[in-house]
């Protein structure tokens, strides 16, 4: 095996690169891409290596870039659209949702959109409005699109290079604060399917179930518990829609309780979906509720306070806690 030790933002890099390098139909296009390398440098040095036709500085017009991203993939292009700031994404919803998302169903499966829309999303960044959004639940509700967040460098460069060889649309959420985290990548195979989730930790006394940015936090909390003599499973589930969720009910099963984590808001957020899946699935081995832990139901607050928001360690040692209180 080969290995190299990357930051998540150099990893996605160079997984865009190595995608760019096999295929020329690949195509990056976004605000500040080309010669700024974009405002995190994940696409840096990307339009210097590859020229202006295939990375491609865009007006800052979001619904612009996905509409013209639909010609191109209508015309055998794979085109990676970078969404600069998750809170921008909303002017490109209409085309996401009415045109990328439904073009294979409307043509009878004769046309297929090979997109990668990428966007960083989640808070931690001391960022002002509409820069620290979780759009993810907008998008995994809309059939027809595929949804996935990496949470450490070597999924961000496996899974950036499925995403583009995909023929289906993909939502790819990047960990904006988890951008400088470094890990170890094996650049020979991938660990994993695009739409499979992992076992990030095992354990035999509870389930955390995370993603994303969370993850992080999750193995965290998972590490204080020990202290309290807990022994905490942490599972990333990696692909938001579809969901891979069979690894999540063996582990439930094993340990009765389940705490799902997210940064969106509880209310109507993706851990709805897996804590009714998990109570439907495996009623008989749980020993409480399955609990939900994530942002409030606000709009995201002002940077100085938004600590106060965002999940952390001791909130999800708090829901571990709840749950044994049953």
Known sequence: MMAETLSIG??????????MERDP??????????????VFRITDGLQKDFGEDRVIDTPLAESGIIGT???????GYRPVCEIQFDGFVYPAYDQIVAQVAKMHYRSKGNVRMPMVIRIPFGGGIGAV???????????AHTAGLKVVSCANPDDAYWMIQQSIESDDPIIFLEPKRRYWEKGEVNVDTASLPLHASRVARPGTDATVI???????????????????GRNI???DLRSLSPLDLAPVYASVRRTGRAVVVHEAPVNLG????IAARITEECFYSLEAPVLRVGGFDTPYP????????????DRVLDAVDRSFGF
């Open 302 to 313: 002002a940077a100085r306070v938004e600590e106060e928001y965002l999940p952390d360690l």
């Open 129 to 139: 409005e509409h820069h620290s959004e979780s759009p993810e639940a907008y998008f």
């Open 69 to 75: 991203a639909v010609g191109l993939a209508i015309r």
């Open 270 to 273: 993706l851990g709805a979906e």
């Open 210 to 228: 995370a993603y994303g940015p969370m993850v992080r936090t999750a193995l965290d909390a998972a590490t204080a518990a020990t202290e309290d």
């Open 233 to 235: 499973e942490v599972i």
């Open 25 to 38: 139909k690949v195509l990056i296009m976004g605000e500040d891409v080309g010669k700024l390398g974009g």
């Open 10 to 19: 150099k990893a996605l890099n160079t997984g865009l690169r190595r995608a």
